[in-house]
């Protein structure tokens, strides 16, 4: 069993960065990987960043590439995804994940824990 508690989340402008993080329990940390999706009102959930057991592989949503970072901190049982130059697309309420493996992946299906999301939104 793995817990997810994402915070992070708020209003911001366009231009403007925030910085999520999501804070796991439960299994070991450093055996997962981990990734952050996004669902925007009437669309379906989607793939933003994902990184592997130990931080040395990520993959990024082309829509997302450039803009945002995933990193992670076995130490605290932490993963972070900062988000820079935020656009009004980017609003949605971002999940975040816990691998079935130690590698990363931007499949939904790879993941088997979810925390409850949190709201980014972006005015313009």
């Known amino acids: 069993q793995v817990q997810l508690v994402e915070s992070g989340g708020g209003l911001v402008q366009a231009g403007g960065s925030l910085r999520l993080s999501c804070a796991a329990s439960?299994?070991?940390?450093?055996?997962?990987?981990m990734g952050w999706f996004r669902q925007a009102p009437g669309k379906e959930r989607e793939f933003v960043a994902t990184?592997?057991?130990?931080?040395?592989?990520?993959s990024y949503a082309d829509s997302v590439k450039g803009r945002f970072t995933i990193s992670r901190d076995n130490a605290k049982n932490t993963v972070y995804l900062q988000m820079n130059s935020l656009k009004p697309e980017d609003t949605a309420v971002y999940y975040c994940a816990a691998g079935k493996t130690k590698y990363w992946s931007d499949s939904y299906y790879m993941y088997d824990y979810w925390g409850q999301g949190t709201q980014v939104t972006v005015s313009s």
């Open positions: 990184i592997s057991w130990n931080g040395n592989g990520t």
């Open positions: 439960g299994r070991t940390f450093s055996s997962y990987g």
